[in-house]
T-cell receptor, first 116, second 116 residues
Framework: DADVTQTPRNRITKTGKRIMLECSQTKGHDRMYWYRQDPGLGLRLIYYSFDVKDINKGEISDGYSVSRQAQAKFSLSLESAIPNQTALYFC???????????????FGQGTRLTVV | AQSVSQHNHHVILSEAASLELGCNYSYGGTVNLFWYVQYPGQHLQLLLKYFSGDPLVKGIKGFEAEFIKSKFSFNLRKPSVQWSDTAEYFC??????????????FGKGTKLSVKP
């Protein structure tokens, strides 16, 4: 089983609909991230969370919200989906062992979202 | 704002050619550095990482990277590429000090196409 699991893997939704993307991890990491990937733009950070009570906006948080339901779960919501939110979304986790001793990021398989 | 720059958007090489992909970052503090690879239709996988110590790091599949602190660079190299190296490569920086510790920022990626 994958250490970082995203559901769904693919989703087509209509403009204006609310949609939630879910991420769960079994690595015991404290930090979780949501990115979107668009061709030519790399991965852009939407939101990140350093623990259950900590939520931070990333580079492109407008139109998105998140919920850290537990250490292992981090959900991304699009309150009212629009076509330019069509993208590949990745969840990632890292763990901080101490200053200068972070782990690398581990990624989920991605969710391909199409808004029509 | 912190940023990661990858100099080449698309690199085309013949098999056995040498590869060097550039990566520069703009952040004056302590960082962890990563190169990830994304094969077509797949999620990101770690190629190599630098946390501290020897600035020349070796990764999987014959890749290596050199951290040059004075140049804020972390260039990826491979002496002889193979067709199977065709993928997109992402440089990433994790900020390791201050209020943004743990924030993971990606470059826009470099597509590598290797001709057989």
């Amino acid at each position: 089983d994958a250490d970082v699991t995203q559901t769904p893997r693919n989703r087509i939704t209509k403009t204006g609909k609310r949609i939630m993307l879910e991420c769960s991890q079994t690595k015991g990491h404290d930090r979780m991230y949501w990115y979107r990937q668009d061709p030519g733009l790399g991965l852009r950070l939407i939101y990140y969370s350093f623990d259950v009570k900590d939520i931070n906006k990333g580079e492109i948080s407008d139109g998105y919200s998140v919920s850290r339901q537990a250490q292992a779960k981090f959900s991304l919501s699009l309150e009212s989906a629009i076509p330019n939110q069509t993208a590949l979304y990745f969840c990632a986790t890292t763990h901080v062992r101490g200053r200068g001793k972070n782990t690398e990021a581990f990624f989920g398989q991605g969710t391909r979202l199409t808004v029509v | 704002a912190q940023s990661v720059s990858q100099h080449n958007h698309h690199v085309i090489l013949s098999e056995a050619a040498s590869l060097e992909l550039g990566c520069n970052y703009s952040y004056g503090g302590t960082v962890n550095l990563f190169w990830y690879v994304q094969y077509p239709g797949q999620h990101l996988q770690l190629l190599l990482k630098y946390f501290s110590g020897d600035p020349l790091v070796k990764g999987i599949k014959g890749f290596e990277a050199e951290f040059i602190k004075s140049k804020f660079s972390f260039n990826l190299r491979k002496p002889s590429v193979q067709w199977s190296d065709t993928a997109e490569y992402f440089c990433a920086v994790m900020l390791n000090y201050g209020g943004s510790q743990g924030n993971l920022i990606f470059g826009k990626g470099t597509k590598l196409s290797v001709k057989p």
